[in-house]
């Protein structure tokens, strides 16, 4: 992570039903999911309106931007604009220990500070957004196992192919079925 994304709660904001605005850009850097690396080139804008509720600091908004990942079949580059909403739930008092409605992972405690970090947040919003398997297109031929060629780009000539076609049969437990003959 390379950036930050910081809101200083004013002592005016502590007053129930009190809300603010706040917005910024965060260069977020990488972003991890699972075994894929998301990198955003630009800047990530966020806004959020922090709301007191009584007992917490509601956190909503939303961030956006464009992240760049290897595609899942043919790891070539590919894009994604992501909008993604921002949500979080900040307990004034840090003596409470539950919230009804809550699950204990629901929700944080507001630091001493006053400070929190939005940071967190929106890397969760992200994660949401990103695909669980990145692809350039849906039709993604991905690469030839024999000799590596991107097949999106017109058959390798290795007769690879055929090994896929192979490969593809062997690993479906039901191509045997199509060797039985019904008529």
Same mark, same amino acid.
């Given at each position: 992570?390379?950036?930050?994304?910081?809101?200083?709660? *004013?002592?005016?904001?502590?007053? *129930?039903?009190?809300?603010?605005?706040?917005? &910024?850009?965060?260069?977020? =850097?990488?972003?991890?999911?699972?075994?894929?690396?998301?990198?955003?080139?630009?800047?990530?804008?966020?806004?959020?309106?922090?709301? !007191?509720?009584?007992?917490? @600091?509601?956190?909503?908004?939303?961030?956006?931007?464009?992240?760049?990942?290897?595609?899942?079949?043919?790891?070539?580059?590919?894009?994604?604009?992501?909008?993604?909403?921002?949500?979080?739930? @900040?307990?004034?008092?840090?003596?409470?220990?539950?919230?009804?409605?809550?699950?204990?992972?629901?929700?944080?405690?507001? *630091?001493? !500070?006053?400070?929190?970090?939005?940071?967190?947040?929106?890397?969760?919003? @992200?994660?949401?957004?990103?695909? @669980?398997?990145?692809?350039?297109?849906?039709?993604?031929? =991905?690469?030839?196992?024999?000799?590596?060629?991107?097949? !999106?780009?017109?058959?390798?000539?290795? &007769?690879?192919?055929?090994?896929?076609?192979?490969?593809?049969?062997?690993? !479906?437990?039901?191509?045997?079925?199509?060797?039985?003959?019904? =008529?």
């Amino acid at each position: 992570m390379t950036g930050f994304a910081t809101i200083k709660i *004013p002592a005016e904001l502590f007053a *129930p039903a009190e809300s603010s605005r706040y917005e &910024g850009l965060l260069d977020l =850097g990488v972003l991890h999911a699972g075994s894929d690396e998301y990198r955003f080139a630009d800047s990530v804008a966020w806004e959020v309106d922090v709301t !007191n509720t009584g007992e917490a @600091f509601l956190v909503s908004g939303r961030a956006s931007g464009c992240a760049v990942v290897h595609c899942a079949r043919c790891l070539d580059e590919v894009a994604f604009d992501l909008e993604a909403d921002i949500e979080g739930y @900040f307990l004034i008092d840090s003596g409470q220990e539950h919230v009804e409605g809550l699950d204990d992972d629901e929700f944080d405690v507001l *630091p001493a !500070n006053h400070e929190i970090d939005l940071v967190p947040l929106i890397e969760a919003a @992200f994660l949401v957004e990103v695909p @669980f398997v990145p692809l350039c297109r849906d039709d993604c031929a =991905g690469l030839c196992p024999v000799c590596g060629a991107n097949l !999106n780009e017109g058959d390798c000539g290795c &007769g690879g192919d055929a090994a896929v076609r192979d490969f593809d049969e062997a690993a !479906n437990p039901f191509s045997v079925l199509r060797k039985i003959d019904l =008529g």
